[in-house]
């Protein structure tokens, strides 16, 4: 079990040192390049560049029109409402499964409780 551990330790390690190295040597530049002319991007606020910036906070997506069609960041064009949807999907499904992982973690030391049958 440890040799496990210390395996999967060194695999964190290094996946984070990678990452930081990329990280380390992105320029401006490349974060804020988009990949297409007119694609959906997360900006400051204050470089809000188009009639709505929705966000709650710092960082915002903005966006013409929610009855108009905006390009997605692989250059597709869709229904502005369409691409918020996604957005919210995608959000609501992975804030799901870290509230199942939650209810598995809280009830991991009662394999047999009603709790956990009912999650599997």
Not at 85 to 106: C, F
């Amino acid at each position: 079990m440890a040799d496990r551990r210390a395996l999967l330790q060194d695999q964190w390690a290094d996946s984070c040192a990678r990452l930081g190295r990329l990280l380390t040597a992105l320029t401006d530049a490349e974060f804020f390049w988009e990949p297409c002319g007119g694609c959906w991007t997360v900006h400051r606020r204050t470089e809000t560049r188009a009639a709505n910036a929705d966000g709650s906070g710092t960082w915002v997506i903005d966006y013409e029109d929610l009855d108009g069609e905006s390009r997605t960041n692989w250059g597709e064009t869709w229904p502005t409402a369409r691409i918020f949807t996604t957005l919210i999907k995608e959000q609501t499904h992975h804030g799901a499964e870290i509230g199942v992982l939650r209810d598995l973690y809280r009830n991991r030391d009662n394999p047999g409780s009603g709790a956990t049958s009912r999650l599997i």
